[in-house]
């Protein structure tokens, strides 16, 4: 399983890749793993979003 190559546009199609790619990693993950990889995940976007200015916090 590879990672979904994503277009410089990110459209409905990249976040179509991304939704299957991540569906087939899940399949082997319990749902406390989901929860903690997801939290992590969001942690690193809201750093990069408080670090570029875009979220208002």
């Given at each position: 399983?590879?990672?979904?190559?994503?277009?410089?546009?990110?459209?409905?199609?990249?976040?179509?890749?991304?939704?299957?790619?991540?569906s087939?990693?899940?399949?082997?993950?319990?749902?406390?793993?989901?929860?903690?990889?997801?939290?992590?995940?969001?942690?690193?976007?809201?750093?990069?979003?408080?670090?570029?200015?875009?979220?208002?916090?």
């Open positions: 399983m590879n990672k979904p190559e994503l277009s410089s546009r990110f459209d409905v199609d990249d976040i179509r890749k991304i939704r299957e790619y991540n087939l990693r899940h399949i082997h993950m319990t749902p406390a793993e989901i929860i903690e990889e997801t939290q992590a995940g969001a942690e690193k976007v809201l750093q990069m979003l408080e670090q570029s200015k875009l979220l208002g916090v």
